[in-house]
């Protein structure tokens, strides 16, 4: 063989590889369309599908197909709608929930499914040993959170109570006007107790019951196959009560880790949805598929946390000076290509009707006068701010951003400090910073959601803010009021608070990101960026 | 040559043992645990993961039960997938990784050798500087460029071959394992110009020529032999590093494979599949490198009438 021909059997074994390839027919797409098979990007491969022991969004859009609360989510409007239970009463003190079970609900396994299930699936949710991260939904149930803290011992004092096997009543400590839309979220969600108990202790979190071969659900679906780092794919439930309205025939999830892999799966019709954009590349598809493109509202703020008791920001002067030097639509226009929305509060505006205060705006000379007045004109004598972020592109080209214009309209240095993500998680809470980036997406459409993480000493709250009006709104004030009005009021109040003492700059609210196949049918956009897959159809286009 | 190997073995032990040793403590110092999250976890809760994982135990406390249970083959629960053993992860991920490093390696020793071969018989011809630039070009670029260069071409423009996944849909393969395999292909090709090229040299391959025997024969069965030693010393680490080296393809492609949980794991804080990746990498990177002492020490002449003399 010649040098010559050793290049030709090279050549030849690419072409032969090639070929092998070429005859491809239709794209999963088009296959799926035909077939009512739904081929959604999940952004990551599942940590669990135990309903009490997940926590993220790709997990969340499983349960949703897999499992069924007492009450669902219209997903136009949000509005709370019949599920499991097929109707509701609420005492007019809005303390006492009764729900009545639909006589035809069941497990995947034939099972009835009762009050019990519910009972027995809350008690467990609320077992500590458990490590259910949600816990905190149910906190609003009466005695809920003493049960979990071990200050109660006996669950029967806690308010869930079962009066007949299809009459479920639920007690509250306070009226919570959202009570409705927690009960619809996963962590409200039944487990089969026949077969958690099977395969393992009932607070075990290292059993094979949610295994394809072991697992019941009520849901629209039901579990198929799940391998790992490949799909988790489910089909429709047979047994489901509404199976005579559930369109699609099968939903395959993938983890798509890499957004640049999934926009890449997408384009080449492997994927009717994707869990997101790459930023740079969504000029490009609204400019020519707009109809492709989902940028919508999301119920998220991204914002920066200030260390109240770091020197120079302790000054409630130089907080605002930070907020009101920032040109947050410039910011938003050219470094977010336009998708995100400017914020001037915490709370994404229209959260179900409550328009949040906007107290202040991009006001550089305000900014330099009120910078003056706390001590430091030109940003004279002003103690070294650093900005925290964690590894991330987007976090960095903010930072950078936020550095300039504190540079040119405040004459101030500002130092950068990018960590690691779990690094970071530990230099904020310790308060080891002076400025973090931070965001928060809301668990349900309330202003409270975004409100209640400041009070003095919450979880969340690592800015060491306190203020005692404040937190009277918040813990007391508020829920004992009764209507939906004089509780936005009262937010109203708390966020203008929040605004002008400013241990908290927010800067933009998320738009969620998406392209979806115009033959994806029946998923109207919304503010929680939920979806009802059993409302979902796939008309493929003529 | 057994007692060699045996030497090798044994010199295996202190080498794991310190590996181990190092990657328990280094993870656990480094800042941040694997239930630290965006949203503050309740205390309560946190306690009670932290007791199920034993994590509120003394460190070295831990260290030793985690040694107790290595030996008994137990790898131990992941901290982020409850419910999945470190084992069951390694399992689940391992074919698909070994698969494509099996391919990976195929692509680097078919085009490596061609490549190699190629520019040894006309050395510092316009053969071999092409050779040998496609070759350095294949080492500078990273994958992390060449793969998506390949999807954008073949995948996307072309319409040739599927973009990405593993099995799912026919040709799908192709592309990660040309991507992994473009960077040791191009070690492969450097190699075997050196190697053939100090062969080429020697007398024995001028009588060759001399007797009249064909350029064919004189190539593939009397040069090559000597001239791919430094290839055959190659592969064993080459095919270590790509099983271990997988993980920016395997993200890329969307190829399940262990190389994914690898990295993952690390920004997860999810210490035993740390540990258990690492301890069973660093046991097929001393196990591969053994392989390719033997079989080049059986290669060459030399070696082996040292070891046989030495045995």
Partial sequence: ?????????????????????????????????????????NGTEPQSIDPQIATGVPESRILEALFEGLVGKDPATLAPRPAVAESWEVTPDGLTYRFHLRADARWSDGTPLTAEDFRWSWWRALQPALGNEYAYMLFPIRNAEAFLDGKITDFSQVGVRVLDP?????????????????????????????????????????????????????GPFRLAGWKLNRYLRVEKNPLYWDAAHVRLNAIVFYPTENIATEERMYRSGQLHYTSDIPIDKIPGWRQHHPEQTWLNLYLGTYFYALNVAKPGLTDVRVRRALSMAIDRKTLVETVQKGINTPAYAMTPPGTLGYQPPKLFDFDPQQARRLLAEAGYPDGKGMPPLEILYNTHEQHRKIAVALQQMWKKYLNIDVGLVNQEWKVYLDTRKNMDYTIARFSWIGDYVDPNTFLDLWITGGGNNDTGWSNAEYDDLILHRIPAMKTQEERFAGFYRAESILMSEMPVIPIYTYANKHLVSPSVKGMPPNILDYYSFKDIYLEPAR | MARFIWLRLLQAIPVLFVVITVTFFLVRFAPGGPFDQEKAVIPEVKRALEAQYHLDQPLLAQYGSYLRDL??????????????????????????TAELGLYALLVAVVLGMAAGIVAALRPNTWRDYLSMSVAMAGICMPTLLLGPLLVLVF?????????????????????????????????????????????????????????????????????????????????????????????????????????????????????????????????????????????????????????????
């Avoid at chain 1, 306070?174 to 409705?180: D, G, I, K, S």
């Avoid at chain 2, 090229?197 to 064919?216: C, F, H, M, N, W």
């Avoid at chain 2, 004189?218 to 030693?229: E, P, W």
């Fill in chain 2, 155 to 311: 995948g996307i423009w072309l319409d040739w071959l599927p973009v990405s996944g593993w099995g799912d849909v026919p040709g799908d393969k192709i592309l990660p394992s040309l991507t992994l395999g473009a960077a040791y292909a191009a070690y492969v090709a450097r190699l075997t110009r050196g190697g053939m090229l100090e062969v080429l040299s020697q007398d024995y391959i001028r009588t060759a020529r001399a007797k009249g025997l064909p350029e064919r024969v004189v190539i593939f069965k009397h040069a090559l032999r000597g001239g791919i030693i430094p290839v055959v010393s190659f592969l064993g680490p080459a095919f270590a590093g790509l099983l271990s080296g997988s993980f920016v393809v395997e993200t890329v492609f969307q190829v399940p494979g262990l190389g994914r949980f690898f990295v993952q794991a690390a920004f997860n804080r999810d210490y035993t599949v740390i540990l258990g990746t690492t301890i069973f990498f660093a046991v097929l990177i001393v196990v591969f490198n053994l392989l390719s002492d033997v079989l080049a020490a059986w290669l060459n002449p030399r070696v082996r009438g040292a070891l046989q003399g030495g045995a």
């Fill in chain 1, 1 to 41: 063989m010649t040098p010559r021909s050793a290049w030709r059997v090279a050549a030849l074994m690419m072409v032969g590889m090639l070929l092998a390839a070429c005859d491809r027919g239709h794209t999963r797409v088009e296959e799926g369309d035909a077939t009512g098979v739904l081929h959604f990007g």
């Fill in chain 2, 71 to 96: 030996l008994h083959g137990d790898l131990g629960p992941s901290f982020k997938y409850p419910g999945r053993s470190v084992r069951e992860l390694i399992v689940a991920g391992l074919p698909a």
């Fill in chain 1, 166 to 218: 299809r009459t479920l009543q639920v007690e509250l400590t306070a009226p919570t006007p959202y009570f409705l839309q927690l009960v619809s979220h996963a962590s409200y969600f039944p487990v089969p107790r026949h077969v958690v108990e099977k395969f393992g202790g009932t607070t075990d979190r290292f059993t094979a019951w949610t295994r394809p071969e072991n697992i019941v659900s009520n």
